[in-house]
């Protein structure tokens, strides 16, 4: 059946909502020769029935069973961060768009369905580039996606509803200024020292150990999170990266130094997450960290050092790890290694100055040697 927009029908009538509909029948009642009454038989990919008589509304009602979809379920294979993140945008857009407070165990399917299309996507993006940059624009962009991708996976939409929204090209952030952060060596020994003056020592040893991975692996925040001891061999690491991906890099000596110090202090198997919660007392937690907590124990960290200014952010590290690497003579081809870049196009951008290059020992050696 053809997908009709029924704005092309309802014209100035409030009463019918705007959105897409498949015309499952149209009748052209004539009366000596001339048309008189018009009737189309509507229905929405979210189970709505309508009846339009000459542009009026005669009868609407909700065929689907269960109206809801639970957004939490289809959150469990994401990060905690990722899922916090998406949520509160979609929460957000269904308040702006929709004029709706919603549970995200219990999203509305119809009114998303019926209303959204490619220009309520980007006129809702456009509004809200004056206040965000561009990494939370694509990031709100995503999150609606995310919906209209379930949607299709659950067989409520079908996947032109979605491949649409994914075209909706996400506008330039404005309102808030991203700056590229690299440390110089001496903000890395600051950090370091901040870290040692944890005055809880299980904290600081395991503090230390999280930045040597950090600065010399290149690791993003989630990634440090989901490290597992199994996936700890000495002088390499085996992880899952962004994408599902995995992941085998090789572990300086001074890493694996730092790393065995926090396995030192440990009482307990070495099995499960590498980097685990710590409590006041000295207790290793049996939960390991989040991607937040990476975050905090980074600001912590930079307060404790004293440098002053803006905290570092774990991202802040990434960067430095691969400008350190090209300080040492490693190839982009290397960097693109060592930060599992898909192209090294953008590896490109996690650098603060021109290129050089010669080859030696494994870039994360280099880093760790230029550290130490």
């Not at 092309?8 to 001339?34: D, M, Q, S, W």
């Not at 995200?104 to 119809?110: E, K």
């Not at 032109?160 to 700056?179: I, N, Q, R, S, Y």
Request: glycine residues 8%; proline residues 4%; positive net charge.
């Amino acid at each position: 059946m053809p997908l009709l927009r029924v704005v092309c029908i309802c014209g100035a009538y409030p009463c019918i909502p705007k959105g897409n509909f498949e015309l499952r029948c149209y009748f052209v009642i004539t009366k000596c020769g001339i048309e008189c009454t018009h009737l189309f038989l509507l229905t929405s990919p979210g189970g709505c029935i309508m009846i339009v008589v000459n542009n009026q509304m005669e009868y609407s009602m909700n065929t689907s069973p269960n109206d809801t979809l639970n957004l939490e379920e289809t959150f469990a294979g994401y990060s905690p961060e990722t899922a916090r993140a998406y949520g509160r945008h979609i929460v957000e857009f269904y308040a702006d768009v929709l004029h709706l407070s919603v549970s995200l165990d219990a999203l509305p399917i119809s009114a998303f369905v019926e209303k959204v299309n490619y220009d309520v996507l980007e006129q809702w993006l456009g509004d809200r580039s004056s206040s965000s940059a561009c990494t939370t624009l694509n990031l709100r962009k995503a999150s609606i996606t995310f919906v209209a991708r379930t949607l299709f996976e659950h067989n409520l939409v079908s996947r032109g509803f979605w491949a649409v929204l994914t075209k909706v090209p996400a506008p330039d952030g404005h309102g808030v200024l991203e700056v590229h952060r690299w440390l110089s060596l001496d903000e890395v020994t600051a950090m370091f020292v901040g870290a040692n003056q944890q005055p809880n020592r299980v904290r600081a040893t395991r503090d230390i150990a999280l930045l040597w991975v950090m600065l010399t692996l290149g690791l993003r925040r989630g990634e440090i999170a989901n490290l597992q001891w199994a996936g700890y061999k000495g002088n390499t690491l085996h992880f899952i990266g962004k994408g599902s991906k995995t992941y085998t890099l090789t572990v300086p000596t001074q890493t694996q130094m730092a790393i065995g110090a926090w396995r030192d202090v440990q009482n307990l198997p070495l099995t499960g997450h590498l980097f685990r919660r710590v409590y006041r007392s000295g207790r290793i937690a049996d939960e390991g960290l989040t991607g937040n907590g990476v975050f905090k124990i980074m600001r912590d960290t930079w307060r404790r050092s004293e440098l002053g200014g803006k905290a570092v952010r774990p991202h802040d590290l990434r960067r430095t790890a691969s400008q350190l690497g090209l300080n040492e003579g490693a190839k982009l081809v290397e960097l693109q290694a060592l930060l599992g870049h898909s192209s090294p196009g953008f590896t490109l951008f996690y650098l603060n100055k021109p290129l050089s290059g010669s080859s030696g020992a494994s870039v994360s050696q280099r880093i760790a040697s230029a550290i130490e």
